[in-house]
T-cell receptor, first 112, second 111 residues
Framework: EAGVAQSPRYKIIEKRQSVAFWCNPISGHATLYWYQQILGQGPKLLIQFQNNGVVDDSQLPKDRFSAERLKGVDSTLKIQPAKLEDSAVYLC??????????FGPGTRLTVT | AQRVTQPEKLLSVFKGAPVELKCNYSYSGSPELFWYVQYSRQRLQLLLRHISRESIKGFTADLNKGETSFHLKKPFAQEEDSAMYYCALSAGGTSYGKLTFGQGTILTVHP
């Protein structure tokens, strides 16, 4: 099966600019996750969708981050405005019915 | 709230030596524990999960609820085992598989 796809793979922006990331999960996977991985740390969950509904966004900085999954398939994560501390790898993952999470290659964001 | 601790950021061993990557967790319920691995220039992938009780690539991990640990072990390390390893916990139930990760351990296996 095709894996989780993410784009872009790399993005460099200046602080206060906005940026959007796209994720296409594995076909049929109802649960989709966005994680933030800061250098030297493990991934941290930002938001979790079940189909097109939000299950958990307790760790999403909602003043600047937003995410949607309108048709229960693809998802976008947006940051507006970006801060220096948002520099990280943003990982998208989807979950099979068996419980295994499959990760995308990630988007490496650098905020200057 | 759940927490996962991997006390070693770096671990170096020689080929053929035993290796143990430590993982401790805190969670009041019955967690599901995982080990994920990320090889150089590859995406994060599942190595093993405690409920399957499998040995993958020679690695095993036993959930010790008394010590709240889920250490990863391999009796004879190989150079291709060099990678970043993450221990992760899922609270189960209505969490829909949300994972809490440790900080990771970089394993280097020298020839």
């Amino acid at each position: 099966e095709a894996g989780v796809a993410q784009s872009p793979r790399y993005k460099i922006i200046e602080k206060r600019q906005s940026v959007a990331f796209w994720c296409n999960p594995i076909s049929g996977h109802a649960t989709l996750y966005w994680y933030q991985q800061i250098l030297g740390q493990g991934p941290k969950l930002l938001i979790q969708f079940q189909n097109n509904g939000v299950v958990d966004d307790s760790q999403l900085p909602k003043d600047r981050f937003s995410a949607e999954r309108l048709k229960g398939v693809d998802s976008t994560l947006k940051i507006q405005p970006a801060k220096l501390e948002d520099s990280a790898v943003y990982l998208c993952a989807s979950r099979s019915q068996g419980g295994e999470q499959y990760f995308g290659p990630g988007t490496r964001l650098t905020v200057t | 709230a759940q927490r996962v601790t991997q006390p070693e950021k770096l671990l170096s061993v020689f080929k053929g030596a035993p290796v143990e990557l430590k993982c401790n967790y805190s969670y009041s319920g019955s967690p599901e524990l995982f080990w994920y691995v990320q090889y150089s220039r590859q995406r994060l992938q599942l190595l093993l999960r405690h409920i399957s009780r499998e040995s993958i690539k020679g690695f095993t991990a036993d959930l010790n609820k008394g010590e709240t640990s889920f250490h990863l072990k391999k009796p004879f390390a190989q150079e291709e085992d060099s990678a970043m390893y993450y221990c992760a916990l899922s609270a189960g139930g209505t969490s829909y598989g949300k994972l809490t990760f440790g900080q990771g351990t970089i394993l280097t296996v020298h020839p």
